[in-house]
């Protein structure tokens, strides 16, 4: 699971690179934007979705505590 906290970014007309943590925070920094460079339209931008592709998870099956099975070790340390 993708643990994220929600963000809010400025898009204007170079590369938006800080995430905010707050809407608020977004639009102050918009407006900041907007009055330094009249004409120019800065958008906020806020995450919706995340997205990761996971080739193998690995899920522990044994409760806490369990004890392991001990098999002999074979001469390459391969169990069977």
Avoid: Y
Avoid at 34 to 45: I, T
Avoid at 65 to 77: E, K
């Amino acid at each position: 699971m993708i643990s994220m906290n929600l963000f809010w970014m400025v898009h204007g007309d170079g590369p938006a690179n800080h995430r905010h943590g707050s809407r608020a925070s977004a639009v102050t920094e918009a407006e900041r934007l907007a009055r330094a460079n009249p004409g120019k339209v800065f958008v906020v931008l806020e995450a919706v979705e995340a997205v990761r592709k996971i080739d193998v998870e690995r899920v522990e099956l044994r409760q806490p505590g369990a004890r392991t099975p001990q098999w002999p070790a074979a001469p390459d340390d391969i169990p069977f």
